[in-house]
């Protein structure tokens, strides 16, 4: 029978940080721009769950988790230590199962062969510990028949716990738990499911497709699947981590082109030297701006091949960057609050990339003249 056993990696920033912190172990911990370090715009990037009982949560304006949680240590980021972690996982990870979808920096789906439930669970055990006793990382483990139910598994599972859906059962497991439960139900979708009375994956599962179609379009027909007990796997075309990205809050939104350019240039290299340190390539590039009034405008371009190193993202974030400021400037002329610069379409890099600049010129011919 095949089986998901989705890893989960807990507050992940935080536990990578705390494994050079041990001290800090039980101590609300922040991961972001430090507030002491004077006014900062940025967000948290992680909290441990310590923090998070004061309402801290990743993605919130660090003046406020300052004021939610005063005594917090807070740790600057590093992203490429993030990164170099990420990639020791994945190789703890592959030793349990070849077919092994990083699905983002923190979280990967293992598919396996095993005859039951108990089976599912011993291996879940297993990868859970390899994880603590080798890397000092604790992780949430969720394991069903499809990844979906696994994932949805996981997060029941938080923190450091292991839920396993028994074939047969995955619709009795599901009713209970709110639609928002399943991953891509986002509270814009919530509320269009509420309209049509539909508050659990029970009530969910209860509607017909024909009329849940009217109101939430051709997805609605996979979600009743889903919380039927029916659904499927998605279809992969590409095992491997999907996107990494970084980004920058400036201390006061932006209206000018240099300190912008500055910025997704150092982002682009930042960017480069962790997937370098992961040993991966990017197939395309894109940018995002979040204007003073906190609305958000992304482009991305697709590379004409796979590219490493910083000189190919640097030069097509700066072009994409360049495109939406003169498109902005042309129109309302906002200034920017946050630039990200993302790569995408990663994959694994099994060699060295090289072009015609790697070598060096040929020798020039004895008596040759100057041209």
């Known amino acids: 029978m095949r089986w998901t056993i989705y890893v989960d990696l807990d507050a992940y920033y935080v536990s990578v940080e705390l494994r050079e912190r041990p001290e800090l172990a039980g101590r609300p911990v922040i991961v972001g721009p430090p507030p002491a370090g004077g006014a900062t715009r940025g967000v948290v990037l992680s909290a441990s769950y310590e923090a998070r009982k004061f309402g801290v949560h990743s993605a919130q304006p660090a003046v406020q988790a300052a004021r939610l949680c005063p005594e917090a240590v807070w740790i600057p980021p590093d992203h490429a230590k993030y990164g170099r972690v990420a990639a020791e996982v994945r190789a703890v990870l592959g030793r349990f199962a070849p077919d092994l979808v990083p699905l983002s920096i923190d979280e990967a789906a293992l598919g396996v062969e095993l005859p039951d439930a108990a089976a599912a669970r011993e291996l879940a055990v297993n990868v859970q510990a390899a994880l ?16 979906t139910v696994a994932k949805i598994a996981t997060d029941r599972a938080k923190p450091g716990g292991i ?3 028994v074939p047969g059962e995955e619709a009795a497991f599901l009713a209970p738990l709110p639609v928002r439960a399943i991953p891509g139900v986002g509270p814009k979708t ?4 509420r309209a049509a009375g539909v508050a659990t994956i029970g009530d969910l599962a209860a509607q017909r497709p024909s009329s849940l179609s009217r109101r939430l379009g051709a997805s609605a027909r996979g979600w009743i699947l889903l919380a039927r007990g029916q659904g499927q796997d998605p ?10 990205s970084t980004d920058r809050t400036f201390p006061q939104d932006v209206a000018s082109w240099e300190p912008l350019e500055s910025a997704v240039r150092e982002l682009a290299a930042g ?22 009034d906190f609305t958000r405008t992304q482009r991305s371009r697709t590379l004409g091949a796979s590219a490493e190193g910083p000189e190919p993202l640097a ?10 400021w003169d498109d902005e400037r042309a129109g309302r002329g906002r200034a920017i609050r946050t630039v990200s610069v993302r790569a995408e379409r990663l994959a694994e890099r099994h060699q ?19 041209a």
């Open 132 to 147: 603590r006793n080798e890397l000092h990382l604790p992780a949430s483990i969720g394991a069903a028949t499809t990844r």
């Open 163 to 165: 839920v396993v859906v």
């Open 190 to 193: 919530e509320e269009l499911f």
């Open 235 to 244: 279809v992969e075309e590409e095992p491997g981590p999907r996107s990494r």
């Open 271 to 292: 960017l480069a030297a962790t997937l370098a340190e992961e040993e991966l390539r990017y197939g395309s590039v894109g940018v995002a701006f979040r204007w003073a």
């Open 315 to 324: 030069r097509a974030a700066l072009r994409l960057a360049r495109d939406l």
């Open 352 to 370: 060295r990339q090289v072009s015609l600049d790697s070598f060096p010129p040929p020798a020039r011919p004895r008596g040759a003249d100057d």
